[in-house]
C-alpha cells in the first residue's frame, strides 16, 4: 500500500517534470520563431541597403554619402545576423538538454513499471508459498490422527492379549 502510493507520486513528480521540460521546449521554439523573424526582417534590410548601394554609384554624385550610409546599414544588419546564429545555437542546446530530461523521465518511468512487475510477481511466490504451507500443515495434521488411531490399535490389542 505505502510502495503504490510512492510509486504514485513518484510517477506524477516525474510527469510535473516532463510537463515543465515540455513547456520549456515551447518556449525556446517560440523564441527560435521570434529571432527567425527578426533575420527575416533584418535580410529584407540587407538586401534593401544592397539595392541603395547600387543606385549610389549608378547616380554618381552622391554616391560617397549614399555608399557610407549604405554600408553602415549593411554592419548592422551583418550584426543582427551574427546575434540570430548565436541565439538559434543557444536555443538548440536547450532543445538538446530538454530531450535528454525527457529520455531520463522516460528511463525512469521504464524502471519504476519493472519493479512494479517484479513487486507483483514476489506477492504471486508469496501467496503459493502460504498456500503450499497451509497443505503441509493439513496432511501433518491428518498423519497426526492417523498415528492417534495407530497408538489406539495397538493399546486394544494389547489389552486383549
Known amino acids: 500500500g505505502e510502495r503504490e502510493v510512492a ?20 518556449k ?25 548601394l547600387q543606385h549610389a554609384n549608378e547616380e554618381g554624385s552622391r554616391a ?39 529520455a531520463d523521465v522516460a528511463r525512469l518511468t521504464e524502471e519504476a513499471e519493472k519493479a512494479r512487475g517484479a513487486a507483483a510477481r514476489a506477492g504471486e511466490e508469496k501467496e503459493q508459498l502460504a498456500a503450499a504451507l497451509t497443505q503441509a500443515q493439513q496432511e501433518l495434521a491428518g498423519a497426526k490422527e492417523e498415528a492417534e488411531e495407530r497408538k489406539k490399535e495397538v493399546e486394544g490389542a494389547k489389552k486383549e492379549a
Open 7 to 26: 510509486g504514485k507520486v513518484e510517477k506524477l513528480r516525474r510527469e510535473a517534470e516532463l510537463r515543465e521540460v515540455k513547456g520549456a521546449l515551447v
Open 28 to 52: 525556446a521554439e517560440q523564441e527560435l520563431l521570434e529571432v527567425k523573424g527578426a533575420l527575416a526582417k533584418a535580410q529584407q534590410e540587407l538586401l534593401a541597403a544592397r539595392a541603395e
Open 64 to 102: 560617397a554619402g549614399v555608399a557610407a550610409e549604405a554600408a553602415l546599414k549593411q554592419a548592422e544588419v551583418e550584426k543582427v545576423v551574427e546575434g540570430f546564429a548565436a541565439k538559434e545555437a543557444e536555443v538548440r542546446a536547450l532543445a538538446s538538454d530538454l530531450k535528454a530530461r525527457e
